[in-house]
């Protein structure tokens, strides 16, 4: 959607390395939500943020918020194949009544 | 628990041609929506509810309807397919209780929509 914007569109990276995704609003949020989405699957939720500063971690998956910023980055510590697929933010957004939005996604290959 | 279920799961249809996704949850969630999800373009609004009797339009509702008889039922009925509707539809639901605020949302599988 237009309130959330996501980056990297895709990523392909060893097994082993760490990696970042982003996703950031235009608007004023309410809480921020991963999801991760296997190929031809639904949806698993991740974790969710509110607070500015508010950092959580399942696994070796760590998210971050900066409320100043209205953005929110996802860190995966040391790849593994298990962690393919595609990763999307969601929102609450403020002043939009109960629209949830999400970004367009970021597509994960790691590689053995 | 069966949570956010989802039929038919494939479905192949010609153009003009109606149809009904059907959505239904068993978690007593007061809202209730419906995405489309096609590459690259991450998942859709199209409508939702927030509780019996209440329908609203989301991002992209040209095409659809959707109708909440009951907090169990949600589904989204195409009347005349295009093939711009091929895509895959999600069904989700959350307990939505704060005004405003929708919160974690459930997912169905989703349903595989093929418009020739």
């Known amino acids: 959607s237009q309130e959330l914007e996501q980056s990297p569109q895709s990523l392909i990276v060893q097994e082993g390395k760490n990696l970042t995704i982003n996703c950031t609003s235009s608007?004023?949020?309410?809480?921020l939500y991963w999801y991760k989405q296997k190929y031809g699957e639904g949806l698993i939720f991740l974790m969710m943020?509110?607070?500015?500063?508010e950092e959580k971690s399942h696994e070796k998956i760590t998210a971050k918020l900066d409320e100043k910023k209205q953005q929110s980055s996802l860190h995966i510590t040391a790849s593994q194949p298990s962690h393919a697929g595609i990763y999307l933010c969601?929102?609450?957004?403020?002043?939009?009544?109960?629209?949830?939005?999400f970004g367009t996604g970021t597509s994960l290959t790691v590689i053995p | 628990n069966a949570g956010v279920t989802q039929t038919p799961k494939f479905q192949v249809l010609k153009t003009g041609q109606s149809m009904t996704l059907q959505c239904a949850q068993d978690?007593?969630?007061?809202?209730m929506s419906w995405y489309r999800q096609d590459p690259g373009m991450g998942l859709r609004l199209i409508h939702y509810?927030?509780?019996?009797?209440?329908?609203d339009q989301g991002e992209v509702p040209n095409g659809y309807n959707v109708s909440r008889s009951t907090t169990e039922d949600f589904p989204l009925r195409l009347l005349s397919a295009a093939p711009s509707q091929t895509s895959v539809y999600f069904c989700?639901?959350?307990?939505?209780?704060?005004?405003?605020?929708?919160?974690?949302?459930?997912f169905g599988e989703g349903s595989r929509l093929t418009v020739l």
């Open positions: 608007k004023t949020l309410y809480g």
């Open positions: 943020l509110q607070k500015g500063g």
């Open positions: 969601g929102a609450d957004v403020k002043d939009t009544g109960n629209q949830f939005y």
């Open positions: 989700a639901s959350s307990y939505g209780e704060l005004a405003g605020v929708v919160g974690e949302l459930f």
């Open positions: 509810s927030v509780g019996a009797g209440i329908t």
């Open positions: 978690m007593n969630h007061e809202y």
